[in-house]
């Protein structure tokens, strides 16, 4: 079976992270480690997925719980397919730097659900920047032939 969009993330949504965080590691001897403010890096001891435990900014409309997150290859197009199946964005594109964006919908159930957009790895970016810096290269020549 093929992974067409795979669940990469899982998240607790909670108003206190500090209590959860206890909880989880007395619990299952997690380890924690805060990426950045309101977000907790949890370390399962499972390298092949990831989660976090995500401080619910006041005034977001976001439910506390868990919230598994789906790898997508467009944002845009996956809140479009949500909105036209029913379901309610809740948080869109939201960048988290060096990654890449997320967006939090609820389905037509009530269930929050992400979708992720990973940022392009580094050897792609560092691929096409060669590729336009070759094509630029190329181009002034052509220029410099044409002038000369």
Not at 19 to 47: C, H, I, Q, S
Request: proline share 7%; aromatic share 8%.
């Amino acid at each position: 079976m093929g992974k067409k969009n795979p669940i990469v993330h899982f998240e607790w949504r909670t108003r206190d992270t500090g209590r959860l965080t206890k909880f989880y590691g007395a619990l299952f001897d997690w380890k924690f480690n805060e990426m950045m403010p309101g977000y907790t890096a949890v370390d399962t001891g499972n390298k092949e997925g990831g989660g976090g435990i995500m401080q619910i900014p006041d005034g977001q409309p976001i439910p506390t719980g868990t919230c598994n997150y789906v790898s997508v290859p467009d944002l845009d197009d996956a809140e479009n397919k949500v909105k036209a199946a029913g379901g309610v964005i809740l948080m869109s594109k939201q960048d988290v730097p060096g990654r890449g964006a997320f967006s939090v919908f609820n389905d037509p159930e009530g269930n929050t659900v992400g979708i992720w957009q990973p940022a392009a790895p580094p050897k792609k970016i560092k691929k096409a920047a060669k590729k336009a810096a070759k094509k630029l290269k190329k181009q002034a020549k052509k220029a410099k032939k044409g002038k000369g």
